[in-house]
C-alpha cells in the first residue's frame, strides 16, 4: 500500500495559493503495540501538531479529555511542541512518537514516508488515505463469533473479555460494563466507545 499510494499521491496533488514551498506529508501512523490498527495520511506541511492532535483524536482516541504529546524518541523529556508545524517537525524517513492518556495510555507511532510538492485538490490539511479494517477478535468464550463487546471487569482483572453478543448475554459482571468493540487502538481501555 505505501508503494501505490507514494505513487498515486504525486499524481493527484494540485498547485494552490498557500506559497510557493507547497508540500504535502505522506504520514503512516500505526498503534505502537497492535500494527492491526493504521492510518495513511496525507497532511499539509503547515498543519501544526496542534491540528494533527486534535484530529487523532477524533477519529481514534477521545474519550475523557485527556493530555497527549508528541515526542521525539517516545522517552520523557523529548516532547515536541503542538505549535510546531509538519514541515517543522518530520522530514521523510523520521519517526514521531505520540502517547494519549498517561493513565492508560494509547501509543502510536508516526512515520514520514515522504514529501511531495502540492496540496489536496480539497485544500484540507488532512486526508485520510486509507485505514485498516476492523481487526477480526473471536469471542473468548465460544471461540466461534467476532466480539461485539469487551467486559472492562474482566480485562482489568488479567483476562481478555472479548464477548460476541451471544455470549454476553449471560456474563457475569453485566452490561454496564461492557464497551462496544470499534475500529480504533483504544478499544476496551478506559470509557472509549468509538
Not at 514551498?21 to 497532511?43: C, G, I, Q, R
Not at 485527556?66 to 516532547?79: A, N, V
Not at 485505514?131 to 482489568?156: H, M, V, Y
Not at 464477548?163 to 452490561?175: R, T, V
Request: glycine share 10%; charged share 20%; net charge negative.
Amino acid at each position: 500500500m505505501p508503494k501505490h499510494l507514494q505513487s498515486c499521491l504525486s499524481k493527484h496533488l494540485g498547485t494552490g495559493t498557500r506559497g510557493p514551498n507547497e508540500k504535502t506529508y505522506y504520514l503512516h501512523v500505526s498503534a505502537a503495540y497492535n500494527p492491526d490498527y493504521f492510518l495513511h495520511l496525507a497532511v499539509f506541511g503547515t498543519t501544526t501538531l496542534k491540528e494533527l492532535d486534535s484530529f487523532l483524536r477524533d477519529i481514534w482516541l477521545e474519550c475523557c479529555g485527556h493530555l497527549s504529546q508528541f515526542s521525539i524518541s517516545g522517552c520523557y523529556g523529548t516532547e515536541i511542541k503542538m505549535s510546531r508545524k509538519i514541515h517543522q517537525a518530520l522530514k521523510p524517513g523520521d519517526t514521531l512518537y505520540y502517547e494519549y492518556d498517561f493513565g492508560d495510555t494509547t501509543a502510536l507511532e508516526i512515520k514520514a514516508k515522504g514529501r511531495f510538492p502540492g496540496i489536496l485538490q480539497d485544500n484540507r490539511n488532512i486526508y485520510i488515505l486509507a485505514r485498516n479494517s476492523q481487526p477480526s477478535i473471536p469471542c473468548d468464550q465460544c471461540g466461534k463469533a467476532l466480539a461485539e463487546f469487551i467486559c472492562t471487569e474482566c480485562s482489568w482483572d488479567g483476562e481478555s473479555g472479548w464477548l460476541c453478543a451471544n455470549c454476553s448475554k449471560g456474563h457475569d459482571c453485566g452490561e454496564d460494563m461492557f464497551l462496544k468493540v470499534v475500529n480504533s487502538p483504544r478499544t476496551g481501555v478506559c470509557v472509549y466507545n468509538g
